[in-house]
T-cell receptor, first 114, second 113 residues
Framework: SAVISQKPSRDICQRGTSLTIQCQVD?????MFWYRQQPGQSLTLIAT?????????ESGFVIDKFPISRPNLTFSTLTVSNMSPEDSSIYLC???????????FGPGTRLTVL | AQSVAQPEDQVNVAEGNPLTVKCTYSVSGNPYLFWYVQYPNRGLQFLLKYITGDNLVKGSYGFEAEFNKSQTSFHLKKPSALVSDSALYFC???????????FGKGTRLSVIA
């Protein structure tokens, strides 16, 4: 299985600011995903970030609000821009390692926006 | 489009009793089905998957799930519940392409001693 780390693990931010979340994987993976889990709710896919191509965003999510970088096969960042209290969520990085069917998840970044 | 339904927000079970957490799905083509568990303040942990083959799949921590194609269901089961099984359980599905997982809303399992 892939081991995934995320930084920061949690943060409290002010309205209008931006936060960049880092995701590091211990092996090279082609497929990487970013999910959001709002309080008491399920996981919602924000975007798919495959190395070498632009991120693909799901309906309701836009690049200006959630820019993503994927510079190599082991690293990605998600930025939450111009934050509002509605952005308070857990943000999870997920990967599908080559040849595996299941997705593995990072520990998440718990974001609170005041 | 793929979708998953978990009809129960909460399931309460006495310790030692069998447990079932329900999941139904909708997907075009053959489904890839998964169960994940989330403990408080921790990430998602993979429990088990069905891709093909035997309809009864065994996974981690004594859990199993039964794939039923005619009922489009993939219920999670355990013969004897433990208090430590108390957590949030998610069913997820994708099709056979390079698509990401789609999750159900989750079912909170509470095992009472």
């Amino acid at each position: 299985s892939a081991v995934i780390s995320q930084k920061p693990s949690r943060d409290i931010c002010q309205r209008g600011t931006s936060l960049t979340i880092q995701c590091q994987v211990d092996s090279q993976v082609t497929m990487m995903f970013w999910y959001r889990q709002q309080p008491g709710q399920s996981l919602t896919l924000i975007a798919t970030a495959n190395q070498g191509s632009e991120a693909t965003y799901e309906s309701g999510f836009v690049i200006d609000k959630f820019p993503i970088s994927r510079p190599n096969l082991t690293f990605s960042t998600l930025t939450v821009s111009n934050m509002s209290p509605e952005d308070s969520s857990i943000y999870l990085c997920s990967v599908r390692a080559g040849g595996r069917d299941e997705q593995f998840f990072g520990p998440g970044t718990r974001l609170t926006v005041l | 489009a793929q979708s998953v339904a978990q009809p129960e927000d909460q399931v309460n079970v006495a310790e030692g009793n069998p447990l079932t957490v329900k999941c139904t799905y909708s997907v075009s083509g053959n489904p890839y089905l998964f169960w994940y568990v989330q403990y408080p303040n921790r990430g998602l942990q993979f429990l088990l998957k069905y891709i093909t083959g035997d309809n009864l799949v065994k996974g981690s921590y004594g859990f199993e799930a039964e794939f039923n194609k005619s009922q489009t269901s993939f219920h999670l089961k355990k013969p004897s519940a433990l208090v430590s099984d108390s957590a949030l359980y998610f069913c997820a599905v994708r099709d056979t392409g390079n698509t990401p997982l789609v999750f159900g809303k989750g079912t909170r399992l509470s095992v009472i001693a």
